[in-house]
């Protein structure tokens, strides 16, 4: 971008993107094969109905409703002040586009060190612990952007919200992390499980729908720094709720000893 200029530049960006997800749904479409062979027998009441209905609705256990409501405060609280990241960082706090690129590099960096290790660790320890230290993760990180002066405190909190983010147990946008999907599919029934993530996905995205305008609002009428402390509370608030609200299922195979 600085060589090419921001439009052309971004231009470019989206043809790579393009091209490497035309590669992507290839390959899943080649090599990906389905495990779940699907019954079309009606005996669990759930059958082969594209939507489901409201007493099917109603039947989901009540943890599946509390990780809605959870998700849907993480989800509000990240999306609130994430499209505004970068601008604020550049017009705030003077810093370059070499520089924020190298603050994309941390944040993936740290994302992808903490992947693998954290499915592993969640197998043996549970969904549940993982899940409470990535939120919190991305909340200190919210809070950090907040508190930074420049360029290094904002390395330390995008170091922070990749740590987070690579944990898995966190929700940006609709759909949460891996270790948040294994805690739904745990405690979702197992012959509507992918209906339930569905589920999750749409009534979290359509709620958290309005975060970017009333990030915005709060930006340009209140103050720049506002949309990342209304995060780091949101944050906070969904991880209190998860602690107090949510249990992890008896019979997951974390507990088991089964993984």
Same mark, same amino acid.
């Given at each position: 971008?600085?060589?090419?200029?921001?439009?052309?530049?971004?231009?470019?960006?989206?043809?790579?993107?393009?091209?490497?997800?035309?590669?992507?749904?290839?390959?899943?479409?080649?090599?990906?094969?389905?495990?779940? @062979?699907?019954?079309?027998?009606?005996?669990?009441?759930?059958?082969?109905?594209?939507?489901?209905?409201?007493? /099917?609705?109603?039947?989901?256990?009540?943890?599946?409703?509390?990780?809605?409501?959870?998700?849907?405060?993480?989800?509000?609280?990240? *999306?609130?002040?994430?499209?505004?990241?970068?601008?604020?960082?550049?017009?705030?706090?003077?810093?370059?586009?070499? %520089?924020?690129?190298?603050?994309?590099?941390?944040?993936?960096?740290?994302?992808?060190?903490?992947?693998?290790?954290?499915?592993?660790?969640?197998?043996?320890?549970?969904?549940?612990?993982?899940?409470?230290?990535?939120?919190?993760?991305?909340?200190?990180?919210?809070?950090?952007?907040?508190?930074?002066?420049?360029?290094?405190?904002?390395?330390?909190?995008?170091?922070?919200?990749?740590?987070?983010?690579?944990?898995?147990?966190?929700?940006?946008?609709?759909?949460?992390?891996?270790?948040? %999907?294994?805690?739904?599919?745990?405690?979702?029934?197992?012959?509507?499980?992918?209906?339930?993530?569905?589920?999750?996905?749409?009534?979290?995205?359509?709620?958290?729908?309005?975060?970017?305008?009333?990030?915005?609002?709060?930006?340009?009428?209140?103050?720049? *720094?506002?949309?990342?402390?209304?995060?780091?509370?949101?944050?906070?608030?969904?991880?209190?709720?998860?602690?107090?609200?949510? @249990?992890?299922?008896?019979?997951?195979?974390? /507990?088991?000893?089964?993984?």
């Amino acid at each position: 971008m600085e060589a090419l200029g921001v439009v052309p530049g971004t231009h470019v960006g989206l043809m790579v993107t393009f091209l490497a997800t035309i590669s992507i749904v290839l390959i899943r479409w080649r090599f990906i094969e389905e495990t779940v @062979k699907q019954s079309s027998d009606d005996s669990n009441g759930y059958g082969l109905a594209i939507l489901p209905s409201l007493a /099917q609705v109603r039947a989901l256990p009540s943890d599946v409703w509390r990780l809605i409501v959870v998700a849907t405060l993480s989800s509000f609280g990240f *999306q609130i002040f994430w499209s505004f990241l970068v601008v604020y960082c550049v017009e705030e706090l003077g810093l370059s586009m070499i %520089q924020w690129s190298l603050l994309s590099v941390i944040g993936n960096l740290a994302a992808a060190c903490f992947m693998v290790p954290s499915g592993f660790l969640s197998d043996r320890v549970g969904r549940r612990r993982i899940i409470i230290l990535s939120q919190l993760s991305v909340s200190l990180a919210s809070l950090g952007y907040f508190l930074s002066p420049g360029f290094v405190g904002v390395a330390v909190s995008r170091f922070i919200g990749g740590v987070g983010e690579g944990l898995g147990g966190n929700v940006m946008g609709s759909v949460g992390g891996p270790i948040w %999907q294994a805690l739904v599919t745990d405690v979702a029934p197992f012959e509507v499980r992918g209906g339930v993530l569905g589920l999750m996905g749409t009534v979290t995205g359509f709620l958290s729908m309005p975060a970017p305008v009333f990030g915005g609002f709060l930006y340009e009428n209140v103050s720049p *720094q506002i949309v990342f402390i209304a995060s780091f509370v949101l944050g906070v608030l969904g991880c209190l709720i998860f602690t107090l609200w949510v @249990k992890e299922p008896v019979e997951c195979p974390a /507990q088991r000893g089964e993984a």
